[in-house]
């Protein structure tokens, strides 16, 4: 199912829900409410009633036939989550023996991407009441927990989804007819239809383990929920620390049991919100970036944040407004994201390395006197996000890929540059595009195969995986603009996974699939913060569910497998033999930067979704391998 997730649509979805009453309790994506104390007096718009959700609660009685029921069924469980109400909206669609036996998952909501949903059999029972069976076929994307992140299935479990349903009609009370379900599933299910209609996605925030930068753990809150409710419920998932997904690669420069002090609200000026913690924020070892982390965590919600301990302003020292009260931006580049943004991208033609936009120059280290005779007989390249390095994937003499590592000596802006040659190698026959970490001219490169580590010295060792981790052949790689994620293609397959550093060492956490269903994977790219772009054939679904057809193109999917898009909907069939995405600023909220595609031999850019020649060019030039600082 294509249905993309515009975070640029937060602040306008936010802003149906401002001025929500404070009651004793606040509901989070899905299972127990969260107890949520009693705001003090005069708390600005934290007092006002909650507004109601935007749309009517799916209904049965409204469906036009057994696919449409089953697809409103899948949507009911999302449209409020608290434990009675939800049992309510999608009991509703069972028979009353079904509804007897319909126990709600404890563990979650199961997400299931839908792309076919049939009919099979229709007829009628022995007391000649139509009945039909309903196909359901899609992939499994994970379980939706408490605190808002979805945990995707096991390794070892298949990521295919199938469910059959057994219909039947009933009479309503009105008079009229309604097909119910009457083999009520195992699961408390819902698409990712309803996930991206009836929840917001945004992320919450935790630190490098150089406490330099800020890395967002994808998480969900329902749109039902008040936003006083949203700040506290954030700020408590910030608390807990990250996803157990995320975990190996972070920290929480929070110190542990460190509890907030009442709601998450906002002054009587409605201008400034209070976080009010205990005592235990006072050991914090870097103070700034756990700032940083309440600031880009609150950031869509607030625009001024005041800190607090045990009642008391904080001052965090280092934040540019002073004192204790200051503005989230004022903290914008501890997230890698905002400085790649808008970055310029760049491709090879003729085996060099040239500029994608006609007025746009060579970086310092691909200009240097240095990198001349480098700059030549190029396969691949890449840079680091401030373009201080570069990596080369250049034809040697016997036509052999050979990489080469090269650093600007001083800033990026410098015309000197030093090159080394990567040993350990060997004979390779195939050298991938290498993804180098941010500000550093360490880089992680596709070899035969194999996922390498290369260093500026020219070292290079093998990158271990979480034993478990499925197997195959690396062709892709692309680290996150944290450096803390990577994305790869491994065995034909699309994974994300925690990239975790200890010392100057670098291994691969635990793999989550994405897009498990898409073949002919070629290159993989960051867009945003928490989403990718590649190129693959996969399936397009309808709103409906109804159309299966699979398609070729460039996509871009959320890290968590929960939102995709079709980026290349209306340019034929094609996928592109390379993709390379510039991100966007997160404070921004742009679907996806700009996106340069290489196809037969082109260089293409995407504007919307159509195909256009790079800007300045009259004519796609001849091109290869385009790429971005990441």
């Not at 001024?304 to 503005?327: A, H, K, W, Y």
């Not at 396969?379 to 390095?389: F, I």
Request: hydrophobic share 35%; charged share 20%; proline share 8%.
């Amino acid at each position: 199912m294509s249905s993309p997730r515009r975070r640029g649509m937060l602040g306008a979805a936010l802003a149906g829900l401002l001025g929500v009453t404070l009651t004793a309790c606040g509901v989070p994506s899905s299972g127990p409410p969260v107890v949520v104390k009693s705001a003090p007096v005069g708390s600005g718009d934290d007092n006002v009633p909650q507004a109601p959700h935007r749309d009517p609660p799916p209904d049965p009685a409204t469906a036009s036939g057994p696919t449409d029921l089953v697809n409103q069924f899948y949507g009911a469980a999302g449209y409020d989550p608290s434990a009675d109400q939800l049992r309510a909206n999608v009991s509703q669609f069972f028979s009353a023996d079904a509804r007897g036996r319909w126990h709600q998952d404890p563990a979650g909501l199961t997400v299931v991407r839908i792309n076919t949903n049939t009919v099979t059999a229709q007829g009628k029972d022995k007391h000649g009441r139509p009945i039909a069976t309903v196909q359901v076929r899609g992939e499994l994307v994970g379980t939706l927990t408490n605190d808002g992140s979805v945990e995707a299935p096991g390794p070892h479990t298949s990521r295919q989804y199938r469910q059959e349903f057994r219909l039947a009609q009933w009479p309503t009370g009105t008079g009229g007819k309604e097909w119910l379900i009457t083999n009520p599933p195992d699961h408390t299910l819902i698409s990712t239809e309803a996930m991206i209609a009836d929840y917001t996605a945004t992320p919450v925030y935790f630190a490098s383990p150089d406490h330099e930068s800020l890395v967002p753990d994808l998480r969900y809150v329902s749109k039902t929920i008040a936003p006083v409710k949203e700040r506290t419920i954030l700020v408590d998932w910030l608390l807990d620390g990250p996803s157990r997904w995320l975990a190996p690669a972070v920290v929480n420069d929070i110190p542990d049991g460190t509890k907030r002090r009442g709601n998450v609200v906002a002054q009587s000026d409605k201008d400034v919100v209070v976080v009010d913690l205990t005592s235990e924020a006072v050991g914090a070892k870097h103070l700034l970036t756990m700032a940083a982390q309440l600031a880009w965590t609150l950031r869509a919600r607030v625009s001024r944040l005041q800190l607090r301990v045990e009642g008391r302003p904080f001052p965090v020292p280092g934040i540019r407004d002073g004192g204790s009260t200051f503005d989230t931006g004022s903290l914008r580049t501890f997230n890698p994201g905002t400085l790649a943004a808008n970055s310029g991208g760049y491709y090879v033609s003729h085996g060099s390395v040239i500029p994608a936009a006609s007025k746009q120059w060579l970086p310092g280290v691909l200009s240097a006197p240095a990198t001349r005779g480098l700059n030549s007989h190029v396969q691949r390249a890449a840079l680091n996000v401030d373009s201080s390095a570069t990596a080369l994937v250049r034809s040697d003499d016997d036509g052999r890929p050979a990489l080469w590592i090269g650093h600007a000596i001083g800033d990026a802006k410098s015309s000197d540059a030093r090159f080394v040659r990567a040993d350990g190698l060997g004979d390779a026959t195939e050298i991938g595009r290498p993804s180098l970490l941010p500000h550093s001219s360490t880089a992680l490169v596709p070899v035969d195969g194999s996922l390498r580590m290369a260093t500026g010295t020219g070292h290079t060792e093998k990158v271990p995986f979480v034993p478990g981790s499925p197997g195959g052949e690396v062709t892709a790689v692309a680290v996150s603009p944290d450096g803390c994620r990577v994305a790869l293609v491994r065995g034909g397959q699309l994974y994300v996974a925690p990239l975790i550093q200890q010392d100057s060492a670098l291994s691969i956490g635990r793999m989550r699939t994405v897009a498990s269903s898409f073949t002919d994977l070629s290159e993989v790219s960051w867009t945003q913060d928490d989403d990718i772009a590649f190129g693959g054939r996969g399936s397009v679904g309808a709103p409906s569910g109804q159309s299966g057809a699979m398609r070729g193109g460039a996509w871009q999917f959320s890290l968590d497998d929960v939102s995709s898009d079709l980026l290349t909907g209306t340019s034929g069939d094609r996928v592109p033999e390379f993709v390379a995405s510039g991100t966007t600023d997160p404070a921004r909220g742009a679907a996806h930067g700009i996106i340069l595609l290489a196809i037969n031999g082109k260089l293409w850019q995407l504007t919307g979704n159509e195909l256009a020649p790079p800007a300045g060019a009259a004519e796609p030039p001849p091109g290869t391998a385009p790429f971005f600082p990441n």
